[in-house]
């Protein structure tokens, strides 16, 4: 039997104490030696053997035990390797249990309580990308739910509906309101999920359904600066999706994660999550998926700096989004956000991560020619218009040119008047302070004056 070794909680635990394989066996000796027991052999081969299934004997898993501060006795209870998760920090343990309908509800439940966010911390690398594997291997909910009252399809309908207008409103208000609003209705839908009665069809879109509600309850707070509670709702979103067995929402719950992990620092991280979200996108018969997919992917290889893997990627996703069709035929209405012109953004800014400013400029002047042909409706989308308004004008200033730049940022300011987002406001500031450098220039003192 093969093992899939990112999965194993060994792993978790080496990347979470970055310990390499000589190190932690050098440790181990070491907890050996204070028991009183026969010292083992630090060979590192020997961790590689335990990640694809050999059990470490009773002495050596007890030394490792006595190192993570686990209790003997629970090594015992719980076995090899399932103990090993009482090494992890609590944050990651949560992603390890079991992928099951009955883990999904009680996930999905605890997100409905009160979330200490000064306290929480993201997840280790390695464990969202065991998370991910352990995803693609879930088993889906097969079972009806017989207590509380019937509710049928007109029920999972209204509240398809719901979420709809929801992404909308996202667009339209920003994610500070909607992020309340997207936890309202995960807590209804885990209600329903836990209360009434349905077939096996219903549960699974009501499993759908509240994996897209988590889903944007954890962009939103993504954007809104808090990346540990978005990656606790992406966790249960991907957990909702297992159970639904719905490729649309595991994939654009994985894409979205991947995002928040390349732009914190875990380029790797986001492209095993891609990676996953690619073989969901293809089961979703959608073009236009494997286009927001491929440049997402893009975006990953850009940050790790891997330029070669990011234009091939690029190449990829105008390859799938020339197959897309017209938004109305779209397979997957929710993608209605994913155009030419988004294309084109997220390539600008793959240029500027590794370093090519006029090849990112020629990509944000490249949008609003592709807007015009696809009859983009540029102010129904104002939070992502004055992101991309404010690194073009970043580009300019990186160009040297000033009053290019100032003569953009001030767009900036109209779009971004009536938008919650931390994100944009974050960035804008970034933009303020790169201009402020350059004060002598009267438009930039008056543009500093308007934003101050």
């Known amino acids: 039997m093969r093992h899939n070794t990112q999965a194993h909680p060994l792993n978790a635990v080496l990347q979470s104490g970055h310990w390499n394989a000589r190190r932690y066996l ?41 190192m993570h501060g686990v209790p ?12 090993l998760r009482l090494a992890l920090p609590d944050d990651d343990e949560d992603l390890l249990e079991a992928w099951t309908a009955q883990t999904a509800v009680s996930a999905l439940t605890r997100l409905g309580g ?7 911390i993201t997840y280790t690398p390695a464990a969202v990308t065991a998370a991910a594997a352990l995803y693609s291997t879930a088993i889906p909910a097969d079972a009806t739910h017989s207590r509380g009252r ?13 979420l709809a207008a929801l992404r909308r409103l996202d667009d339209e208000l920003g994610s500070g309101p909607v992020h309340e609003m997207a936890r ?15 077939d096996e069809t219903v549960a699974r879109r009501l499993f759908a359904a509240a994996g897209e509600a988590a889903r944007i309850a954890g962009w939103t707070a993504f954007d809104n600066g808090n990346s540990a509670v978005a990656e606790r709702f992406y966790a249960g979103a991907l957990r909702a999706a297992a159970a639904g067995d719905d490729p649309v929402t595991g994939a654009t719950t994985l894409s979205f994660w991947a995002m928040q992990r390349y732009s914190e620092h875990d380029p790797q991280g986001g492209v095993h999550l891609i990676d996953e979200a690619l073989r969901q996108g293809d089961r979703t018969g959608s073009a236009r998926m494997r286009a927001m997919l491929h440049a997402r992917a893009s975006r990953a290889h850009a940050k790790a700096g891997n330029a070669r893997a990011c234009a091939h990627a690029e190449t990829a996703a105008l390859t799938a989004y020339a197959k897309a069709p017209h938004p109305a ?3 997957v209405p929710g993608l ?11 390539f600008a800014s793959n240029a500027t ?45 990186t160009l040297g040119d000033v009053d290019a730049a100032v003569a953009v940022a001030t767009d900036v300011v109209t779009h971004l008047a009536d938008v919650a987002s931390a994100r944009s406001d974050s960035t804008l500031d970034s933009l303020r302070r790169d201009l402020a450098k350059h004060d002598q220039v009267p438009a930039v003192r008056d543009f500093l004056a308007l934003t101050g």
């Open 26 to 66: 050098t440790a181990v000796a070491e907890a050996q030696r204070a028991l009183g027991m026969s010292v083992s052999a630090i060979r590192p081969e020997k961790v590689s053997r335990w990640l694809a299934g050999a059990t470490p004997d009773t002495d050596t898993q007890l030394a490792m035990a006595h």
């Open 336 to 346: 209605y956000w994913v155009d030419l012109g988004e294309l084109y953004s997220w």
């Open 150 to 162: 019937r509710i049928g399809p007109a029920t999972a309908d209204h509240i398809d509906e719901r």
């Open 72 to 83: 003997a006795a629970r090594v015992q209870d719980l076995g090899w390797p399932r103990w």
């Open 114 to 120: 009160p979330m200490k966010r000064r306290t929480l």
């Open 329 to 331: 035929e779209e397979p």
């Open 353 to 397: 991560d590794l370093n090519l400013p006029r090849q990112a400029l020629h990509h944000y002047l490249a949008i609003p020619q592709a807007h015009r042909r696809e009859h983009h409706d540029t102010p129904a989308y104002p939070r992502g218009t004055a992101l991309r308004l404010t690194r073009t004008a970043a580009t300019h200033l």
């Open 184 to 198: 309202a209705d995960l807590a209804l839908i885990t209600h329903t999920l836990d209360n009434a009665s349905y």
